[in-house]
């Protein structure tokens, strides 16, 4: 990917709404090694990287707009700053913004900014991640 100096700052659509579901944090904490559980057993506790379901869509649909192939990325830091905890039964949807870029040594390094809303548009928490894009052909 040649970066170009209009990447900045570029925006990219909201991921379709995803409901946080108690069945969908039990899936993902039992595929990250918890136990998803609380003193509620109706309510899951949700663990704290769990919108990381939401940057990934969000992150995807940056690399096919840009024609990055996901094979050829890095995943070089993730960072979650909240608003508010997530809840069951929030819908959420994501924001990508590209937050900086550079190349070094041939890599392109790439930092991204994602920002989760739920349904009435209200900031939930926003999503960093650095990406490293290993040059060569694609």
Known sequence: ????????????????PYEVTAVKV??????????GENA???????????????????MNAFLEAE???LSRIVHGDQGFRYARPVRIGDRLVATLEV???RTVRGMDII???SEIT?????????ATATLIHRGGEQ
């Open 118 to 126: 739920d349904a009435d548009g209200e900031r939930v928490l926003v």
């Open 99 to 101: 937050a900086s870029a």
């Open 111 to 113: 930092g991204t900014s």
């Open 40 to 58: 509620d057993r109706d309510a899951p506790a949700i663990p704290p990287t769990f919108p990381i379901v939401l940057a990934f869509d969000a």
């Open 67 to 69: 024609g990055i192939e």
């Open 1 to 16: 990917m040649a970066l170009t100096d209009d990447l900045v700052g570029r925006s990219y659509p909201p991921t379709p």
């Open 26 to 35: 039990r899936e993902f904490s039992a595929a990250t090694g918890g136990d």
